[in-house]
């Protein structure tokens, strides 16, 4: 067609490092590999531009897991997350995490990314979890890609916008050899090189659809569709607990956070249709969520952020970090919908699935240095696998990965890699391009979507489920009828194709452990019970040699932080007493 | 299989009046995530393109003169 060249043009990069994906963790993992060793190259491929790309385009209103001295200890901090995933927690890469907190902390601090500090200078840290003291406000927080776009130029990474990874190269020796990418404007190659490579692609947050019916209406960033899941997965690396979803609860049709973190500290609380509280805690776990869903289908739902009750210059203050950080639209959304909060409890729901381990628990399997399976990958932020990591955890994980990337580059050359890989590789990004006419990305990306709502989404039942995949294979075989017409639309056309494999990894995941954990997240209606036995353990989804889905368990390695029998089950009584009795 | 034209209201606006990307202005069109900006070749002022919107607003922030304006979708409405 007229929009692509019959002869396709590739470039060839050669670098030390490449990081893909612009976001949070990314961008961190490029500063920190340029801090580490400034004489290594390192160059960032962004599918949007790094100006405003990723889950924090916007900012963020606050920490939601700072490990700050006399709040909270590491050794606290892990006993919290692995008592909210019901103990499948790799508690070393947590504990990585929890360590390198305060030091991040201060660090972004200093190149210009500001905290909510009291009279005297100190962090202001409130309470939202159900043991600890974790959240630091960002009333501030519009400014953090700024800050982090000086530091990309100061330490001069070499960025390219408007480059979609579509595929990691493999080396002949099974290390990672790099990239191939295609222009999102201009449908152009560019096949970069590389020693290492880290993936920082975000959630797969395009995975449901939302009950709005808009496509775009999600939660995360659209265009973090679940590239780098995808990408890992055929690269053969192991993602881990996929099963465990995320699922979050939203403004209802906003479909943004409601936020119950940042008015909690100041007495907001979820309340059902009554005014009630029923859930002990805000804090986002499976559990939380179970009770959520719950209160939903019950006649006390609908479910509400309440902050009604609240002093004038209390709720003044919730309006101005809700509505000038992260989300600033949201004020927007309440006009029109004449939700005042101070006469109106703001209506919620839960949202679509998808995967994140930024609040969740699935990801690409990363250890303690943010190493992949894969010699040479690395993966941070919501996709790479340290539980509820959030936005400080993409930073500090990030980091972690661009440092162990720059001493691994110090010790290895540039893998040899096939050129037939390439060639198969363009291939199938322009088979779109090369019909005049079939089915359009939209159409495809809708009915893949829906499926996923129909089908996978939680309470799971194997029946549904097994109908789900039949389904969804269908809709794979009609990819040789997708048609594009521009670059743009090739773009949408190769998320579509991530979306659909990370569907297929949902399901499959979702079957292979056969007992029920992480409350909402991976209820199994044909196995309802916790299975300790057989399931404690993490599971790894990975493309096997004959190029099938395959699983394996991986088992929980030991504790560095024991945690007490009676402990375990705090996040499992979080229904208030009062309720809990009716 | 032929295809149809299928028409949806957008919610992102551009004052033709403010915007100034005839003196070569393209922030909007750079800072939107899902890039579904673009020059309108009738007008040559910028657009929105794609109804692929996250009412995220860098393109209204970062405008230098204001001409931006981003509603959110009206299924979300």
């Known amino acids: ?582 | 299989m032929p295809f149809a034209n299928h028409t949806t209201s957008v919610p992102v606006t551009v004052d033709d009046d403010k915007c100034i990307a005839e003196k070569g202005c393209r922030v909007c069109i750079d800072v939107c995530p899902l890039d579904v900006l673009a020059i309108n070749p009738a007008s040559g002022k910028a657009h929105m393109k794609y109804d692929e919107c996250w009412y995220c607003m860098p393109c209204e922030v970062d405008c230098p003169t204001g001409a931006v304006k981003v509603e959110i979708p009206y299924l979300l409405r």
Request: hydrophobic fraction near 35%; charged fraction near 25%.
């Open chain 1, 1 to 582: 067609m007229s929009a692509f060249d019959s002869e396709m043009k590739t470039e060839i990069v050669e670098t030390d490092i490449l990081v893909i994906g612009g976001g949070t963790g990314g961008p961190m993992a490029a500063i920190k590999a340029k801090e580490k060793n400034p004489a290594l190259k390192v160059v960032l491929m962004e599918k949007a531009n790094v100006k405003r790309s990723g889950a924090v385009s916007m900012g963020m209103d606050g920490l939601n897991n700072a490990v700050i001295p006399g709040y909270a200890t590491p050794e606290q901090y892990v006993k919290e997350i692995t008592v909210a995933n019901d103990g499948i927690v790799h508690q070393k890469a947590v504990m990585a995490y929890a360590t390198g907190s305060y030091p991040m902390i201060q660090y972004l601090d200093s190149i210009g990314v500001k905290f909510e500090k009291d009279g005297s200078g100190e962090y202001n840290v409130r309470k939202v979890h159900h043991m600890g003291t974790y959240v630091l406000p960002m009333p501030e927080g519009h400014h953090v890609k700024k800050a982090l776009y000086r530091q990309l130029r100061k330490h001069q990474v070499l960025v390219t916008n408007r480059y979609m990874a579509t595929r990691l190269l493999t080396g002949t020796d099974g290390r990672v050899a790099g990239a191939i990418g295609v222009n999102t404007r201009t449908g152009e190659f560019l096949v970069i090189r590389a020693k290492a490579v880290v993936l920082a692609c975000g959630a797969a947050g395009r995975l449901g659809l939302p009950a709005s019916g808009y496509l775009f209406g999600t939660y995360e960033n659209p265009a973090n569709c679940g590239d780098g899941y995808a990408m890992a997965y055929h690269a053969g690396a192991g993602l881990a607990n996929l099963e465990c979803y995320q699922i979050n609860p939203l403004i209802k049709d906003y479909n943004g956070p409601a936020c119950a973190y940042v008015t909690g500290p100041f007495g907001g609380y979820t309340a059902n249709n009554k005014g009630e509280r029923f859930i002990e805690c805000d804090y986002w776990s499976g559990q939380m969520m179970k009770e959520f869903y719950g209160e939903l289908l019950s006649g006390n739902g609908p479910v509400f952020l309440n902050m009604t009750h609240l002093a004038e210059e209390t709720i003044s203050e919730i309006e101005t970090i809700l509505h000038s950080n992260e989300r600033p639209s949201r004020g927007r959304f309440h006009e029109k919908r004449g939700t005042n909060y101070r006469e109106k409890m703001v209506e919620m729901h839960i949202s679509e699935i998808g995967f994140c381990s930024g609040h969740s628990a699935s990801g690409v399997w990363v250890d303690e240095n943010a190493r992949t399976t894969v010699p040479g990958l690395y993966a941070a932020g919501d996709m790479a696998s340290v539980p509820h990591n959030y936005m400080l955890g993409a930073f500090v994980n990030g980091g972690i990965a661009g440092e162990d990337a720059a001493d691994y580059c110090a010790s290895t050359d540039l893998p040899a890699y096939d050129a037939a890989d390439v060639a198969r590789e363009q291939a199938r990004v322009m088979a779109p391009t090369r019909r005049d006419d079939g089915l359009t990305p939209f159409e495809m990306e809708y009915k893949a979507r829906r499926l996923v709502n129909d089908y996978l989404q939680p309470p799971k039942v194997t029946a549904k489920y097994k109908i789900g995949q039949a389904r969804l294979a269908e809709v794979r075989d009609d990819l040789s009828a997708l048609c594009v017409k521009d670059p743009h639309e090739l773009m949408r056309a190769l998320e579509l194709q991530s979306i659909l494999d990370c569907a297929d990894m949902a399901a499959a995941a979702s079957l292979y452990r056969t007992e029920s954990r992480w409350g909402l997240y991976h209820w199994r209606v044909d196995h309802p019970a916790t299975d300790n036995e057989n399931w404690f353990c993490h599971t790894l989804l990975y493309k096997d040699e004959m190029g099938r889905m395959a699983h394996k368990k991986r088992a929980v390695d030991p504790y560095v932080v024991e945690i007490d029998e009676d402990e375990m089950g705090a996040y499992h009584q979080l229904r208030t007493p009062a309720i809990a009795a009716e």
